[in-house]
């Protein structure tokens, strides 16, 4: 550990240590007391999912059935954790590997891989899910979810003197990204509007091959406390700690109170996307040490301590995951692409004379082909 | 109807108005739009009668103000961003190009972002570097939006109007040297127009074509936003010598209108393009390529094109060399006459 940089874990809050022992914050804890066994055992469902989803579409990527897949081995706990508070009018923003909070908001997670097998830009109806469409542009997003933000609390959803109706944006985006002018200009704007959006990065300690250190030489978080808004450090492999204070934070957005930053140090377990080779830049040394704090494993030691984790459970939860790795074959490999003349459906909302006139060209073009059989 | 006189600037300023009367989810948002009303004062008295709400001065962000932008539009309020000057549009170049025009198609038809984007664009003013810039060929090289710039006040009243209607993205860029020439305009037709039931689809539609600014038979002038009123000089002045020229006012350069140009170059057999961009990979090269493929043996000459050059736009002291004029419009006509 990096004792005062980015890769400190100086002022992380944590409920759960990595040995599985719940653990107490005076301020925290009771953001978290709502968590059941019931409820644990729900996140432990949705992480063992996500993962065994994501280790799924690993292989499928490997068998050559999709070009490309973004894993999210490791960051479980964040995900869960925080898309856990996702609520009624909240809306999320995330970037592109946020596979757990997807699960969470009812996204069909192998519909999802048609983005990956290159197939469509958009697997889901953002309206359906109040989940928005992944964006590849690092960090363009969080200005969206700003914007929308602003237009949440001019509609009345913020402050409206029914907590119940209040809502709030939650936005994703990694360690790489707090150094987007994007990411900046979304905190300035939040900051001056007041906007009810929560900043949730998860430190993962790698842009691809970059360490953290390149980005910044201060723990993340201090970027929102440069433009007045309040932030946090919290372990992101501690699933319970990641609901604490991100149910804090959106209670806060929803209040009325304005904008919340939050740095979830995690740790990529696996690759940036398949086309990666974590070996030429990190350690078999710090694998391992962080393989030891992994997230679901630890969330297991701490229900199986008090006897929250009936071996049928566990049993039904791995049938599960089986279950949908075995569907998330048969659609990948059942998917053919359709005409390509969609590629013109929906350039603009509105006729528009060059696309239309390409099209008909593009059509003209194909069927010389089937009429000279 | 009798129209009444306005600027450009003030044309658009009652465009602006009348969008946000007709409907509450109109905002305005830029740098310096609020109390000042805009560093032309475009937006002059808008702030002081709809209030900050709904004239927002914002951080000095262009990406930050497009990309806040973007996430109001999905939450369905329709902004008109102002971009202060035409060179300073690159900090959102991203966010217009990566976000803004993908995001409809990305999402399978199911998201609609109308933003419209205003830039104060082109040169003649004298200004200081960066402040005299004509990009409107990157933003119509982009799939997914729409560009399109008016050259007199009837059509900055109207087509600010119709760009705020319509579902998709406008680039809308006023040429600024025009900004204070005056003209008649008439509000009740395009007012009529957007209260039709399909009345943005119609819009949108009238925003794409191109208008016969004068009629002519021997050569084709094609000019839109700071040009038109030089060809239409030019036309004058090329009349004394015989010469015949239609003057075309392409008006959008997204959806280009093809159709107008190739009927009036078929007429014709001679095209001019005139425009402030380079003409290196600019719009007059789209143009001469589309009137060749669709009009060649109609043509008695080759499509020459009038445009500034391929250097770093000048000082203001060579502003007038660099930017196409009468003598290099009539040359040009000249030129194609001479074949």
Redesign the interface.
Known sequence: MDAVGPLSDDGLIGLLSHTGERTEHDFFSPYAADLTPERLREFYRTMSLTRAFDNEATSLQRQGELGLWVPALGQEGAQVGSGAVVRGNDYVFPSYREHAVALQRGVDLPQMLTIFRGL???AW???DHNF??Y?L?IG?????????????D??GLVASGDPARDGAVITYFGDGATAQ??VN??L??AS?YNAPVVFFCQNNQFAISEPTTRQARVPLAERGKGVGIPSVRVDGNDVIASYAVTNWAMQYARSGAGPVFIEAFTYRMGAHTTSDDPTRYRTKADEEYWAERDPIARLVTYLTSIDELPEEFVAEVAAEGKDLARRTREEVRSWEPGPSVGMF???????????E?ERAWFERYERSFVESY | MAGETMTLAGAINAGLRAAMERDPKVLLMGEDIGALGGVFRVTDGLHKDFGGDRVMDTPLAESGIVGTAIGLALRGYRPVVEIQFDGFIFPAYDQITTSLSKLHARSGGTLTVPVVVRVPYAGGIGAIEHHSESPEALFAHTAGLRVCTPATPQDGFDMIQQAIASPDPVLFFEPKARYWDKGEVGRERVARQLAEPDGALLATAEMGHARVAREGADVTLVAYGPTVRLALQAASVAEQDGVSAEVIDLRSLSPLDSDAVVHSAKKTGRVVVIHEAPTAYGAGAEISARVSEQAFFHLHAPVLRVGGFHAQYPGAKYEHDYLPNIDRVLDAVDRVIAH
Do not use: C, I, S, W
């Open positions: 469509k830009h958009g109806n953002p309206a928005h469409l964006t542009v363009a997003h969080t200005l969206h979810a700003t914007g929308y933000a602003m237009g949440m001019r509609d002018g994007d200009e979304a300035v704007f001056v459906d929906h350039v603009y909302a509105a006729p528009h004379a060059t696309v006139a």
